[in-house]
């Protein structure tokens, strides 16, 4: 996340358009949606419906891309409310995605690992005609994030 946030900072100090799509959740909304949940199951009768649980690929944090006006600051927020969305696969995640992506952006991918799928998503992207960047990023200790 600060990797992102550095990134983000640097491009929009240039006066480049900056935006954000990342496979992960939104922590402010689990809780919300947990605490309405425990409502539903203490006051049962009023909620009939049951909601559609989010599945792994529909977590996403998304900021669409602009040009100042407080871009930063809204996609610093965005990934103060971010929660890593664990197993998810990149390359189906990015599928579903890359639609959101302007036709001339470039991507910068920020990971930990260079997994398979992770190659086949930005092979996907690459091959859709955009420029692609990966910045890998090591954790120096055992401390990972949750």
């Given at each position: 996340m600060t990797t992102a946030a550095s990134l983000a900072h640097a491009f929009d100090e240039a006066g480049e358009q900056i935006g954000m799509v990342a496979l992960a959740g939104n922590k402010a909304d689990r809780i919300q949606n947990e605490d309405n949940e425990a409502m539903k199951r203490l006051y049962r009768p009023w909620f009939s419906s049951q909601p559609r649980e989010k599945r792994r690929l529909e977590q996403s944090m998304i900021v669409p891309t602009r040009k100042g006006g407080?871009?930063?600051?809204?996609?610093?927020?965005?990934?103060?409310?971010?929660?890593?969305?664990?197993?998810?696969?990149?390359?189906?995640?990015?599928?579903?995605?890359?639609?959101?992506?302007?036709?001339?952006?470039?991507?910068?991918?920020?990971?930990?690992?260079?997994?398979?799928a992770l190659i086949q998503g930005i092979l996907t992207l690459k091959a859709s005609?955009?420029?692609?960047?990966?910045?890998?990023?090591?954790?120096?200790?055992?401390?990972?994030?949750?």
């Open positions: 407080g871009q930063l600051q809204v996609i610093k927020e965005a990934l103060a409310k971010m929660e890593f969305a664990g197993d998810a696969p990149f390359d189906e995640w990015i599928i579903q995605y890359k639609n959101w992506l302007p036709r001339d952006a470039s991507v910068i991918v920020v990971a930990h690992e260079l997994s398979s005609g955009y420029r692609v960047s990966i910045v890998q990023v090591n954790w120096q200790s055992e401390v990972k994030p949750d």
